[in-house]
């Protein structure tokens, strides 16, 4: 009983927060954001999924220095809650690598786990709401709106996030930043 009222309570929550960004009713608060310090939390988040799911998942942390960007902290981290929350669903074991970094004058953040790929059909439809992936053997919990507060937020925020996968070798969720200051 208790993990189905959890489950309600996080369903509950996410559905209201989806429907604040369809009515553009979030406050969003810029300023400037430490990457270091953002993943820093966002790897304790990651730990405690992955001791809660019972699941032989290593986390690799890939960074040089610490990028500051103009963001709304509590948005970007919402996001990559989010993108974690399905890396830890979709990788029953292997590795989850979170990042940042600057290439081609363009700053990013990244997550890249090596659990299901996503099919190249359904590519352009994980971040519509109550899509999921779904693979023939498994039921995984969720209802499919976790991507699609991702693309939400990151619409919001000018914040574009890009999506790669490939066959047995998983997936890749990656965050551009336009206003970056390298530190």
């Known amino acids: ?22 009515t553009e009713q979030v406050d969003i608060k810029y300023r400037e954001v430490s990457l270091k310090l953002l993943f820093q939390d966002i790897v304790s988040v990651l730990k405690n999924k992955i001791s809660e799911s019972n699941k032989k998942i290593e ?12 963001q709304d902290p509590n948005l970007i981290f919402k996001m990559f809650e989010h993108i974690i929350d399905n890396a830890v669903k979709y990788t029953d074991s292997g590795k989850i690598s979170l990042g940042y970094g600057v290439e081609n004058s363009k700053c990013y953040a990244y ?6 790929d996503i099919d190249e059909i359904k590519m352009d439809l994980i971040f519509q709401e109550f899509q999921k992936a779904e693979v023939e053997d498994r039921f995984y919990q969720g209802v499919g709106i976790g991507l699609a507060i991702v693309k939400k937020i990151s619409d919001l925020i000018e914040a574009p996030v890009t999506v790669e996968s490939e066959k047995n070798k998983g997936t890749i969720f990656r ?3 336009t206003h970056y200051i390298l530190s």
Do not use: A, P, Q
């Open 175 to 177: 965050v551009e930043f």
């Open 59 to 70: 986390i690799e942390f890939e960074f040089n220095g610490d990028i500051i960007v103009k």
């Open 1 to 22: 009983d208790r993990i189905r009222w959890l489950e309600f309570r996080r369903v509950l929550f996410r559905s209201l927060l989806l429907s604040k960004l369809h």
């Open 111 to 116: 997550v890249k786990d090596t659990g299901i």
